[in-house]
Structures are given as structure tokens and as C-alpha cells.
């Protein structure tokens, strides 16, 4: 009898379960987006239970397809899918939380809080980028270690307001140049917008931007279950066949079934209401209680869910079939492990560093550390947009990753800070990869909304942001970032490092490959000096601050600084010495980091004598380690064109402008 009552169930009898789920969840919240999920739920039915490849008893298998909900405003489509398909953690009562407190289902998929979200979305954009890099992983990965071991696809749902966003151009462009055939964009054209129809703010081609991109186009009824059907193989077929990634153009009407909110922005973004949910109900044959789905439906679904077990089944025992040293470097490298050597290699290298001294910029320092750390470890998969030879992120080991070259461990991501940013989320998050990605400090500002993101996920990846200051004199303020390293340290989650010379660049770098989540390493255009020289602190625990330089007999003065100020803080220091003021010289390359220490340790560093601060940048933040904002020598207001010298003395960060400062914050 059941398996009757199953074969009697209907392709409209599936789609219905994810609108109604859908429906009610957003009722009982009293917000939410009901009209996506309503007009997405066929596309999604046919995706789920046909073509995409998962196990939910094993949601972090290697080789799943991975599957990105980038209108995440739609979020309850996608945590419908994961109930019916049988993801443990998403239970029915988890979906009447939605919303609320505590629960999984948050308004917006978040990774981390529910198995098989894949990326945090609702940021519009954001996720077709993100799930760009999920594909770039998966592609690179299969030319390391074959198709027997990385196998899949990533698919993307995108509303309009996804294609309008700038990011999205960046993403399709790139995508299309690097040939990404197992990337699968499907598109939500139901025409309308939060403000109403988009006819009111574009008229774009949309499948004429994806062509010119480089992609293979299709279209589809969005609602013709069985030309989806057709549509999504054709999409694997051919991009197989052409090397291309898949855009298809799914017409939709949001709302669907909706007596009075069909195709209206009435849909988009408000409850549906108790009245016209009853209209609904009727109008698509589902007479059921809010969140009941009958035991026939709930087990196709379930068998939906269950076909990929097999799969799953088969993947494992060629991995475990393949060469010991391979199935070992993959596992590592998929599970996130750092090559067992690699901390006596950094040691090694920083007292290699402190015995050859060198007065170098410390973006040339970076490199310095990434060329012994990309030969250490081969997941640190680098790139730049577009200033490889000024943020100096490629190394003499790494060759460039090309539409020919997947083995190459450094991108040319171009002029796309955001779609940079965003794509290395992905990396991450695919697995396998240790993505970072350079641009000048002062164009964080393009890639901060990804930057955001990635700290929110907490994904591993690091941006190597030079020319960190007015240092970098003739450019002028158009590039030289005075509020940006205040503006994220203001990140929660981002670790922020400003080295002052190679070593701390080293013990930096070190820490942000070891560590976990995003960090952000900035670095200076300029020269200044080593200043770690001793052979006795070459190698010291990575704490975020410590005395460089202690006074002798006590101190009547500390000096705090960061990056390139640091050397300026240790002359400072030595003439206040000829004046007979002590002064100590505390190196802070991270606040982040030495905020994480003990109450103990961070007193000891910053001692009880009245404390200045030294930072070519805005003086906002820095109040919390110094008595007053007037107790910090930066910049006010923006840089100027001229020589990096010159401006040091209009800004008064010289020996000779800070000495008179020093002297009087010491009572002397």
C-alpha cells in the first residue's frame, strides 16, 4: 500500500510540500519571503530529486554537488529541501523556529548553523560569486587528484536583484573566462523586485551578459517540471561539451498559486495572511494543516534524499582503493591540517631571517614569508587583483592558474576586489584550499562587504592589503588609506596584522595559516628597518603584543605602535633615553590576537606609565589602550600628493615631532 500511495504522488505534489512548508514558516514568524519560495519550489523539486548529487546522512562528503541559494531572502526553500530530504538537524519543529532565537533556520541560510548550507547568503550577489570559487576548487582539485576523487557540480539559484548587483558581473566574467563547466546558474526571472516590477530600474539582456561572458545559455519554463528536467541535462551535457559553465533563465511567477499576490511584490517580502494562505490552499489542491505533509509525499522525498547513498558508497571505496600517499595528502588537505613539519620550517626560517637581517618594505617581507610557506604548503592557493607585482603575492615556486593550468597555484582575479574577495570565500568553504588574495589596503573598501561575509563564517582566508599608509606618498589620497585599518579592526572576527619588518611578517603569516578564520595582513610600499635583530627572541610565542624594547629601571613612558611606525617608536625611544627618559617600546602587530591573551600578560605589556601611540592612520580605536585621543600620533584627515617623507613631517610622525609629545605625556 504505501508503495502505491507513493507511486501516486505527483510532481505538483513535492513541489507543493517546500511552498507550504514555506508558507506556514513564514506565517508563524510573521516575516520572511514566502513569494520565491512559491515561485522557485518546481525548479527545486526537479533539482532535488533528479539531478543533484548528496547524501544527507553524510553532508560533508567531499564529492557532493554543491548547491547555493544565492536570493537567500528565500531561505525557507532552501530549509524545506533539507527537512524533506532527511537532513537530520532540520527538523519540522526547527522549521516552525524560523526566525526566531536560537534556532537554525535563520532569516538568511547561515553556514554553520544548519548542515547542508553551504555559504551564508542574502547580501544580493555575494553567493553567485562565493559559489564561482566553490567551482574553481572542485575544478582545480580534480587536476591535482583526478576525477575519481573530485567529481561534482555547483548549482546556483539567482533572482534578479543577484544579477543586478555589480559583484555579479564580476563573477560571471571570470567564471566564463576560466571555462568553469560544472557551474550551473539558474535564474529566477520572475520580473519582479522589492519596488515592483523590474521593468522600473532595468532592461537588461540578461542572457546576452552571460553569452558575452563566455557562458552557454538555455531557458526554461520555470514551472514545466518536465522541460527542467530536459533543461538540467542538457546544462551537464553541455557543459561538458563546450567547456563552458550553464546559465539557464527559468520563467517564474512569484507567488505561484497565489489567488491575489501572484506575480506582485505584494509576494516578495510580507506573510502571505491567514485569508489569502486559505485562497492558496484551494487554488493548489493542498488541504492540509500549516507544516502537515502526508506520509506519501514525506516518502518520496525521503527516497529522493536517500539515491545518493550509493553514490556516496562508491566515492568511498575509491578513495580508500587509491595510492596511500595520495588519499593521504587529500584527506589532510580536505579536513584542514597543516603539514606536520611546517612549525619547525617557520622557526627555521625566522632565525634564518634574524641572522641576514634586511631593511625591506614588509610587503617585500610578506613575500618573503609566503615563499617559504606556499613551498610548505601546497593549499595556499594565492592571486591578486590585478597588482601581483605590487602587493607581491606570487612567488618564485608558483606558476599562474589559467583556463589551460589549473595546477597553478597563483590567480589573476583582475580589477575585481569584491568578486576577489567573494570567490575566496568559496575556496574555503569548498575545501582543500588556504585561499589569499592581495590588493592596496585602500581598496579593501571594494571588498569589504566579502571581507563582512567572511567573518561572519569565520572561513579561512587571508587579504593581503599593501601600501598601508600615506607612506606611499606620490599616489596621493586617493590611495592612501587612513581610515581603513580603524574600519576593520572594527570586524568582529577579522584578525587584523600590521608587521613591523620580515620577522614579525613571518610569525604573522604563520599565524594566520595556523589559525582559523579570516585575517587580513597589511603591509608597507616603503623600507624601513629590521627590527627583531637578537638571535635569543627569534623564535617566541605569537601573542599579538610584546615589549621590544624595555626600559631599564622602570619606565615613565610606553610607546605603543604598529607596522612601519615601530622602528619610529624604537628612535624615539633612544632619544628620550639622552634626556634621561625611560621609555618602552611595545610592538602590537595584532590587536585581535593580543586581546585573546591573559589579563596578566596584557598588563605586563603595557605596563602602568602613561602610554603613546604611534600609527601613520586615523587615531579612532586606538583610546583603548591610551588615556586619550590627543595620546596618538596618526593622521587626521586625509593624506595629501608628495614625497612619503614629507608627509611623515607634515604629520608630525618624526622623532623630532614626537620627542616634545613623549616628554610631556612623562611629566617631564
Known sequence: MASEASAAVTHRDLANAIRFLGIDAVEKAKSGHPGMVMGMADLATVLFTKHLRFDPSAPHWPDRDRFVLSNGHGSMLLYALLHLTGYEQATLEELKRFRQFGARTAGHPEYGHLEGVETTTGPLGQGLATAVGMALAERKLAAEFGADLVDHHTWVFVGDGCLMEGISQEAISFAGHLGLSKLIVVH?????????????????DVR???AASGWETLEVDGHDAEAIDAAFTLARKLGAQLGKPVFISARTHIGFGSPGKQDSEGAHGAPLGAAEIEKTRAALGWPYAPFEVPEAIRAVWLKAGARGAAGRAAWQARLEGADAAARAEFTRRIEGRLPADLQGKVEEGLRAIVASPADIATRAASQRALELLTAAVPELLGGSADLTHSVLTRTKGQSALTPENFTGSHINYGVREFGMAAIMNGLALHGGYLPYGGTFLVFSDYARPAIRLGALMGTHVTYVLTHDSIGLGEDGPTHQPVEHLAALRAIPGLKVYRPADPVEALEC???AVSGKGPSALVASRQAVPQVRRDPATAVQPFRGAYVLKEAEGGRDITLLATGTEVSLAVSVAEALAGEGIRAAVVSMPSWERFEEQDAAYKAAVLGNAPRLAIEAAEPFGWTRYVAR???VCGVRGFG????????????????????????????R
Open 629 to 631: 585621543e590627543d595620546d
Open 640 to 667: 595629501l600628493s608628495a614625497p612619503a617623507g614629507e608627509l611623515y613631517r607634515h604629520f608630525g610622525l618624526t622623532v623630532e615631532a614626537i620627542v616634545p609629545k613623549a616628554r610631556a605625556l612623562a611629566g
Open 208 to 210: 546576452a551578459r552571460f
Open 188 to 204: 529566477d526571472n520572475n520580473h519582479i523586485t522589492i519596488d515592483g516590477s523590474t521593468s522600473l530600474s532595468t532592461g537588461d
Open 509 to 511: 603569516w604563520y599565524d
